[in-house]
């Protein structure tokens, strides 16, 4: 933790931090260091994935970094529409089974809300499950977000926590020593608690590296570095600066439309993913998915079908049954002796 700085007997400012301390023999034992080249460990929690490729796990750090207005903040939250729903969102995969923290220290509420709000419309959302857990700081010092990020990290019942933005973790982003400082406390934070951590961090504007001491630091510590760069034609490209336990994923672009409060990507077809609710696909569609889902099985019971229509639609639960309400209000479903089945005389 940071402390205040004091002056030494010249008057001079010493370093505004605690100093670790040198190891002595007679406290530590450094055989807990040891590491037993033929320990076989459990399976890596890998949380996140892009195209297949493991960006980040538990115990690490994965830096998402991109000058203002690159759209970090939407690739932020779109890794968490992805935690929260189950599925990709803007080509994300994340795997959690506890909470996903957001540490907000850059916007105002109305934004914050803007972009929570805009993140539920992606996920077919009508409300943020309680497992999304929102802190907006950007009132407090750098010694409490501190302090809070400590807290958040030593509640077992959070398991990815994500800092936008990470600067405002450090006073000086140039001072090598505070950032030494905020490092190890983050290692140590790592070491002793079972959570990832994703900090979005600006890159200067000059240059295409994350910016200062700050930034260098944790491009070296972290899992992997994620870049997202704005385009002349109005897309992002998320790109790979560094996969330290995969190899890099193939870059691509996204470009959001803010008319339809949505995106479209350059390395998938767009239609599924513009198509959030029911009532945007045609019946023609419709049938094409019922026929595959009744082929299995001919009758479900609406939990099953909830289940069936969330694997072949590729959506949230949420949509399914939305979508299963729907469906009977359309007459491409009836209910026959409690089952669910089609509708005899529909064409297929």
């Excluded at 990470?166 to 140590?188: F, G, H, P, R, S």
């Excluded at 089945?341 to 529909?346: G, P, Y």
Aim: net charge neutral.
């Amino acid at each position: 933790m940071l402390a205040k700085g004091k002056k030494n007997a010249g008057g001079k400012n010493q370093p505004a931090f605690e100093t670790i301390q040198p190891m002595n023999d007679q406290a530590t034992n450094i055989d807990i260091f040891l590491l037993n080249p033929n320990i076989e460990l459990p399976p890596e929690n890998i949380i996140l994935t892009i195209q297949g490729k493991t960006v980040l796990s538990t115990k690490n750090v994965s830096v998402i970094s991109g000058k203002p207005k690159s759209r970090k903040s939407v690739v932020a939250h779109s890794i968490i529409g992805s935690a929260i729903s189950g599925r990709s969102v803007l080509g994300f995969e994340t795997k959690i089974q506890n909470n996903v923290v957001l540490i907000d220290t850059e916007q105002s509420h109305h934004d914050l809300l803007r972009s929570l709000n805009r993140m539920k419309s992606l996920c077919s959302m009508e409300i943020i499950p309680e497992k999304l857990k929102v802190y907006s700081v950007r009132q407090l010092n750098v010694q409490q977000i501190q302090s809070l990020l400590k807290l958040l990290c030593e509640d077992v019942n959070n398991e990815l926590i994500i800092i936008d933005g990470a600067l405002d973790l450090i006073n000086n982003m140039n001072d090598v020593e505070e950032t030494k400082a905020i490092i190890d406390l983050i290692k140590k934070i790592l070491v002793e608690h079972n959570v990832a951590l994703i900090m979005i961090i600006h890159q200067s504007k000059t240059t295409n590296f994350t910016i200062g001491h700050f930034g260098s630091y944790f491009d070296r510590f972290s899992q992997s570095v994620i870049d997202v760069t704005k385009l002349e034609n109005g897309n992002s490209k998320i790109s790979s600066a560094m996969m330290r336990s995969d190899g890099d994923f193939k870059p691509f672009e996204f470009y959001w439309n803010y008319n339809i409060n949505n995106y479209t990507l350059d390395w998938t077809e767009p239609e599924n993913m513009l198509l959030n609710k029911p009532e945007d696909w045609n019946d023609d569609k419709h049938k094409e998915k019922l026929t595959k889902i009744f082929d299995s099985q001919p009758s479900y019971n609406y939990t099953q079908l909830v289940a069936a229509c969330k694997k072949e639609y590729e959506k949230s639960e949420y949509f399914s049954k939305n979508l299963i309400k729907y469906l009977f209000e359309r007459e491409l479903i009836v209910k026959d002796d409690k089952q669910i089945i089609l509708k005899s005389q529909i064409p297929f």
